[in-house]
């Protein structure tokens, strides 16, 4: 998929610490050789090797001093020896990014360990004691005591963690309009987005349509119809379409350029129905997934928790994101021609996936440009399509993925979930930007999670298995409410045992 431009570039200080009744060159070789191990399998320029070993709070405002001066967005706290507590933690208190901790295991010793012994499988407690002390949230890997190569992999899974959460206090959601009526499930108090470091500017739709109509004859609008027509192909079936909505593309483009303010990313929650295509004459579907394609969410009917769950997701996976309803089950005739027998799901573990056409162009099979079917029927039934027009429809492409969402509760709790599945390589027959999902157990998740807990219809699909990382995203925000589909004889909270 493309590179996705909107997001942090992570690039992490690893920082050696040293008690000082420990030998500081213990500390300082491992140190070196977790970065050697780095280097070797991994991005070398996402990782700066401080040359301040922290013994003590002068050395700690040292080291602080020059992996800011190195323009370091996160840090990789290493306890090479056991470790001074107090200057270690004020380091990661006083770090303006992301921070993990990880800590040495014993090398190789031959006759005698007494010279050699570093003792940081105790020093790691002490750290993440005092750590709770301050108040101060840091990723520590499952089991943070490691050989070098063990580290060097911990860094690199602390990579994904570290981009989100930098994200995060980095982005403002702009949003257009309120929800649809009767789309309340897409309506979520926004206070808790301040917990999470993010800023929201909110408009209303005649904004957009004011900002829409200033771009009309835009000497831009040419090269984007050029770059529409090129991108499309064979797909191109509603060509006439393509000035209006180069017109908006560029329209969402210029204003998260002039209302971005002092953040560095941005993503949309827009109104895209019904008064949008009787006033801006189209559907915005296609622009949708094309600002997805460049890094820049559009989620549909103004879903502010859809957009920064594909955010969320986008930092993680570095690849494109889109936002879907969980929508219909798979027809019995489907599951038993192409599903049982060949894939290892029940029909009720299926389910498809789908929304209007917002999908990137790049995520579908045969995309085509087409128009919205369902608003066609209401808006223009009698007639050829016109002001329907605008969607990119296609079958998902199969492979792994992760359904995520990250949300705020009526009661304006954060929650979250991620599924783990896959979307399967069967021609779904319907139309949209659709896919058929594979995820195991869905029929208990969507009753014990996604009706048990209130969540809406819509979420985001990242493309691959990141539910590691995207739990360890919402561990360091201080998420509490984590779910995921649990498998089978594994009992959710209000799960009947006896049925």
């Known amino acids: 998929m493309n590179k996705l431009s909107n997001m942090p570039e992570i690039k992490i200080a690893l920082v050696a610490v040293s008690r000082d009744c420990f030998p500081m060159s213990l500390s300082e070789n491992r140190r070196r050789a977790v970065a050697a191990a780095f280097r070797e399998k991994y991005d070398a320029a996402q990782l700066y090797e401080c040359p301040v070993v922290i013994e003590n709070e002068k050395d700690m405002r040292r080291a602080l001093d020059d992996i800011n001066a190195a323009e370091c967005s996160a840090l990789a706290v290493y306890l090479g020896n056991f470790g001074p507590e107090t200057p270690e933690t004020l380091l990661a208190k006083y770090f303006d990014g992301p921070v993990m901790f990880a800590a040495a295991a014993e090398d190789e010793c031959g006759a005698e360990l007494s010279d050699n012994r570093g003792d940081a499988f105790c020093g790691m407690l002490n750290a993440s004691y005092n750590l709770k002390l301050r108040g101060v949230r840091a990723y520590i890997p499952e089991y943070p005591v490691g050989t070098a190569p063990e580290v060097a992999d911990m860094i690199a899974g602390f990579i ?64 984007v119809v050029a770059e529409m027509t090129a991108e499309l192909g064979e797909g191109n079936k509603m060509a006439g379409i393509l000035p209006k909505l180069a017109q908006y593309e560029i329209t969402l483009l210029d204003w998260a350029e002039q209302h971005k303010g002092d953040r560095k990313y941005v993503a949309f929650a827009n109104k895209c129905w019904p008064s949008f295509q009787t006033q801006f004459g189209f559907v915005p579907c296609y622009v949708n997934g094309r600002l997805g394609a460049r890094g820049i969410p559009v989620s549909c009917e103004v879903d502010i928790y859809g957009a920064l769950s594909e955010y969320v997701g986008q930092c993680v996976s570095d690849e494109i994101v889109t936002l879907l309803d969980i929508n219909n089950t798979v027809p019995a005739d489907i599951y038993r021609e192409d599903i049982e027998g060949k894939f290892g799901y029940t029909q009720r573990d299926t389910f498809m996936g789908f929304h209007c056409g917002n999908g990137s162009h790049c995520i579908l099979n045969s995309p085509v440009m087409k128009y919205q079917k369902i608003m066609h029927r209401g808006l223009e039934p009698d007639k050829e399509p016109d002001i329907t027009r605008g969607t990119l429809e296609g079958d998902i492409k199969a492979g792994d993925i992760t359904f995520f969402r990250l949300h705020s509760s009526a009661d304006t709790k954060l929650q979250a979930y991620a599924a783990q599945g896959e979307i399967l390589p069967v021609r779904t027959r319907s139309f949209g930007t659709i896919g058929i999902f594979g995820i195991s157990e869905m029929a208990r998740f969507y009753r014990y999670v996604l009706i048990e807990k209130g969540y809406p219809h819509h979420g985001a699909v990242v493309f691959g298995h990141h539910g590691k990382a995207l739990f360890d995203v919402l561990k360091y925000l201080g998420v509490e409410d984590r779910a995921f589909n649990r498998p089978a004889g594994m009992l959710y909270k209000n799960e009947n045992p006896f049925k």
């Open 160 to 223: 994904p963690v570290a981009r989100a959460v930098a994200g995060l206090r980095n982005l403002k959601l702009i949003t257009f309009g309120p929800r649809p009526q009767d789309f309340l499930a897409c309506n979520a108090p926004i206070a808790r987005l301040y917990d999470l470091g993010v800023e929201i500017e909110e408009n209303s739709e005649l904004d957009l349509f004011a900002a829409y109509n200033e771009h009309a004859g835009d000497e831009r609008i040419p090269a």
